[in-house]
């Protein structure tokens, strides 16, 4: 009896531990802070972000993502003409999470790099790509092997502007909702 009830003890821990591969999709709201390279934003926030992930948690308080991430275009203006901004990304993350209420909720935090891919358009030409440091927070819910999540995320990055040779520090704040699926 004794041999049984440790076993299903061990099983159910066994089955408690989250390990494993998973991938997601989010979408969600940005914000791009130019540091006052375009005079004039049009609009600040822009709906209809996505990112798609590819994780493995090692064990139930931490896992590690490879993410890519498709911003959509910002306009503003740039020394007197229109321009349109886009944004891409691709990053590594580390997220040590803090499950509660039986590993229902997962609190977590995140913090990486990331390649920014930036193109410009309209008056001005110009691309570039970037080293950048990425940083969040979010909580999820966990329903079997998905878990949907609310986070915010910062991404923050130097860019050298071709034209006037300025170093400017920009960041793309980014709210989401995502689902991932373990596999």
Not at 38 to 46: A, D, G, V, Y
Not at 144 to 151: A, H, R, S
């Given at each position: 009896m004794k041999i049984l009830l440790s076993m299903m003890l061990f099983l159910t821990l066994l089955n408690a531990q989250r390990a494993g591969p998973y991938i997601g999709v989010a979408y969600g709201?940005?914000?791009?802070?130019?540091?006052?390279?375009?005079?004039?934003?049009?609009?600040?926030?822009?709906?209809?972000n996505v990112r798609f992930t590819l994780g493995a948690y090692?064990?139930?308080?931490?896992?590690?993502?490879?993410?890519?991430?498709?911003?959509?275009?910002?306009?503003?203006?740039?020394?007197?003409?229109?321009?349109?901004?886009s944004f891409s990304s691709v990053g590594v993350t580390a997220l040590p999470h803090w499950p509660f209420y039986q590993d229902t909720f997962d609190l977590y935090g995140k913090i990486g790099a990331a390649q920014l891919f930036w193109n410009e358009a309209y008056t001005h030409s110009n691309s570039d790509s970037a080293g950048a440091y990425l940083l969040g927070v979010g909580i999820g819910y966990r329903i079997?092997?998905?878990?949907?999540?609310?986070?915010y995320d910062l991404t923050s990055f130097s860019l050298e502007d071709a034209n006037n040779n300025k170093n400017y520090e920009m960041r793309l704040d980014y709210f989401y909702t995502a689902i991932e699926v373990a596999f």
């Open positions: 709201s940005a914000f791009y802070d130019s540091d006052d390279r375009l005079s004039e934003q049009h609009s600040k926030i822009e709906d209809g090692i064990n139930e308080n931490f896992s590690v993502e490879l993410d890519y991430t498709l911003y959509k275009k910002f306009y503003g203006l740039y020394e007197g003409g229109e321009v349109e901004e079997e092997q998905y878990l949907i999540k609310i986070g």
